[in-house]
């Protein structure tokens, strides 16, 4: 079982940078590969980023490819989101999730295991 702690979320202008930390705790972070989800009020989950095990691949959604980078460091159990550009549209509930399918880099929020509480992003116009 693995703990997850998101942080570095807040408000900022649109145009402006964020870079959001999820801390794992419990057993091991290379038994899992790690996504980033978003959800907005009234609206689902949405997959964002996901990094594989060794951080050796990367996928990304279409509305933030470009402007969103996904990393890991496995010395540092963590796992980074580094959101540039932002638009107002990013505004969300950002989550990381871990799954214990190493090589998973893929939309589905149901494969993922572990979730972690939130971080709020906020993106003023």
């Known amino acids: 079982q693995v703990q997850l702690v998101e942080s570095g979320g807040g408000l900022v202008q649109a145009g402006g940078s964020l870079r959001l930390s999820c801390a794992a705790s419990?057993?091991?972070?290379?038994?899992?590969?790690m996504g980033w989800f978003r959800q907005a009020p009234g609206k689902d989950r949405e997959f964002v980023a996901a990094?594989?095990?060794?951080?050796?691949?990367?996928g990304y959604a279409d509305s933030v490819k470009g402007r969103f980078g996904i990393s890991r460091d496995n010395g540092k159990n963590t796992v980074y989101l580094q959101m540039n550009s932002l638009k107002p549209e990013d505004t969300a509930v950002y989550y990381c999730a871990a799954t214990t399918k190493l090589y998973y880099t893929g939309t589905d929020y149901t494969r993922y295991d572990y979730w972690g509480q939130g971080t709020q992003v906020t993106v003023s116009s």
């Open positions: 990094i594989t095990w060794s951080g050796a691949n990367t």
């Open positions: 419990g057993r091991t972070f290379r038994s899992y590969a």
